[in-house]
């Protein structure tokens, strides 16, 4: 299971990779699954500005590609020393795949800046088990 330390180099080397030149706000993911399995991604951005793509949901892409299924865990980098928290279309695409225990943590290159289970950022969410209780 990769810890904190690492989780945040490798969100960092996944902002780097971001395509952000009309906001020029690079951001990265990295997300560990509960078979702790990390996947990483940045936004990609695109001159039609609403098709844009932001790095928890390329990270989520990623994950289910890769078979994975739960978020455990997420850390976000944005490019300043403000805490990158994820938008309001994040959080409900991480409420798809995650627990509302899961931790999602806005970091800078050197740590952590704060941290916040998935059910601080989205309460009362409206999730899978919702449409269908008997799967919950
Ligand atoms: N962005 C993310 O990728 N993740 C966040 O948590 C917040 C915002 C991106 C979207 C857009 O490409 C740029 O940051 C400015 O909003």
Redesign the pocket.
């Known amino acids: 299971m990769p810890d904190i330390e690492e989780l945040i180099r490798l969100a960092v080397r996944a902002r780097d990779r ?1 395509y ?1 030149p ?2 020029n ?5 990295a997300l560990v699954t509960d078979a702790g399995e990390v996947f990483t ?5 695109n001159a039609a500005y609403p098709l ?7 990270a989520i892409a990623a994950m289910v590609l890769g078979g994975g299924r739960t978020i455990r865990e997420l850390v ?1 980098v ?1 490019p300043t020393d403000a805490p ?4 309001g279309g ?1 959080r409900q695409r991480i409420r798809e795949f995650a627990g509302p225990d899961a931790l999602v943590h ?1 970091c800078n290159e050197r740590g952590v800046l704060l941290t916040m289970t998935l059910d601080d950022l989205l309460p009362e969410s409206f999730g899978p088990e919702n449409l269908n209780p008997r799967k919950s």
């Open positions: 971001a952000a009309y906001s706000h690079p951001v990265g993911a991604g940045c936004n990609v951005e844009g793509n932001c790095a928890e949901q390329s976000v944005g990158c928290t994820p938008c994040c806005a």
